[in-house]
């Protein structure tokens, strides 16, 4: 460092050092005046001498500086302390005023009970003693006891008619007592409960004269339990059920005097005389053991079913029909087979269509009415009954067509179908109907008018088919290639022998009561039938000749008001137009037959030994064997069976019918 500047530096500590004694000086001289001021005669002399006018001159200007910059700093600090000033008022005025506001209400609550006050389970909060004690006496001499019973049945017991009384450990002036006020902040947000020990007194007496008076527990009124039981079969519910119990209303009294009597004591508002155990019970409900077991062996075969598939209809035999079936004995149930059978039998007759009349519409339109031959549904009653034991007994689910001895193509009363063969005796046709269209048509030979061997109208079903038979009769063997019975001994078959089939041939050489066909004719319907396969014959001479009569009516001329006599009719010959005249040749009444059909019978080889139309005439046994077969529905001859149907083997023997 150089001389000059530490001389500089030397030179300002000095200054500064003088500056600082003048000030502490300063600050010495107006601390005594301050003091001067505030004390003393005698220490203000002793400031003036202490503070001589010399010094005071020469410090006079240096003071006067120093008076200007303190008096600045003052100013600022006075507005500081004035905001902190505020600040502190205003806390204090807000804490004044919650205090004097918290302890207004706790003076409030000098004479109210706190808040959150319940004494016994009764808010009594912000009431006064008197208040509360007065309320609290009004609710004791009030006091009821509600009995509900069963089915809706009610009653009220007044604390007069129960000798009710109140005594409580505490009055209310005890509990206000116990009370603090200031700690009202506290219990504005706690509770502040009150269990008291109470002495209630009732009179025993006075409560079983008010009970005996009570309508609904007068004996009377009163209703006897019943035990629970199974009742008959229900058909909602598809099996046996149990009955509840009913459970009355017979009240047993000394339960409910003593239920009444602790409910008093328990200063209960409601009594429920059922939960309360009042009311007799059944002996038998429906959770009994016994009644289980019983009910599971009526319910045996509950789940049993024998559904029969009638062609696509279906009849369900369940548990709504086994159980009447059924015999219970102890702790087995078992199935009566008789009455099984009359069920079957019942079945039958609602169901069978064997040999009942049925209406049938030709093909040409004409609706008849025709017996029924070995055609229809028959159920094998013996056979169905062992089979439906059987399952039913199993307690399985069987699926199945019943046991019959006949069946038909389709189920119902109109049991033919719509796939048949229609054979029209005064046409001389035969009809193949497949899926209710003509399919095939062909002429054909029925049997022989003139020998009183016409072929029985009727509706039948095909026996049996049979390839390489020979028709046997007295005095002739025809061997045929198709042979279809379906009544007894007269059937569908070939007739190579003919030369011709159709117009009136069976007027005077007919056969004995069989349809004779042409060999492709029999081929082809021999591929179409099957056992119970439909065929009807039928006559339209009748149904023709009262059309023509219906149609002459119709144009006879309806006669005028004013005419007296009947006028004679314009047409009378038209019925006989109408009519098929009797033709003049066989070959008049031949029916077209479309080349592509079939060819016309020729004569078989002599080796097949098969005769000459002419022949089969003079053959004709003068009692035909056939006669039988003209009454289709004569039960008195077997029907036959799969047992009785011949084997396939050359040279069968059935009774004559060709």
Partial sequence: ?????????????????????????????????????????????????????????????????????????ESQAGKKINWKRVSLVTAAVLILTVMGGYLGVALYFTSHFLPNTVIDGVDYSGETVKAADERRTVSDNTYTLTLNGREGTQAVLTSDSLGFNVIYSLSMEEIKSKQNPLAWGYYYFNSNNYSLDRTISYNSASI???????QFLQAENMKAPENAYIGDYSPEAGAYVITPEYVGTTVDMDILLSSVENAVSEHSPVLDLDAAGCYTEAEIKSDDEGLAEELSVLNRYQDTVVTYDLRGEYYDIDFDQIHEWMVVSGNSATIDKDKVQQFVEKFAEENDTYGLDEEFTTIDGYTLTLPKGRYGWKVDIETETEQLYADVVSGNQVTREPAFSCTAAQWGKSDIGDTYIEVCLTDQKAYLIEEGKVTYECDCVTGCVAKGNSTPEGIYGVTYKQKDAVLRGPGYASPVKYWMPFNRSIGLHDASWRGKFGGTIYKYSGSHGCVNLPRDAAALFYEKVYRDFPIIVYSVDEARAEEAARLAAMATPTPTPTATATPTPTATTAPTEITTPEPTSEATIEPTVEPTTFAEPTIEPTTEATPEPTVEVTEIPTEPMVTEAVLPTDTSVPEPTAETIPEPVPEPVPVPGM
Avoid: I
């Avoid at 500047?5 to 200054?15: D, G, L, Q, V, Y």
């Fill in 1 to 73: 460092m150089s001389e000059e500047k530490k001389e500089n530096t030397e030179s300002a500590e000095k200054t500064e050092t003088t500056e600082s004694a003048e000030e502490n000086k300063t600050a010495e001289s107006e601390a005594l005046a301050d003091e001067a001021e505030s004390g003393s005669d005698e220490a203000k002399q002793q400031v003036r001498h202490e503070l001589h006018p010399r010094k005071a001159a020469a410090g006079n200007k240096s003071v006067s500086a120093k008076q200007t910059t303190l008096t600045n700093k």
């Fill in 208 to 214: 079983a004269d008010t009970l005996a008076s009570v």
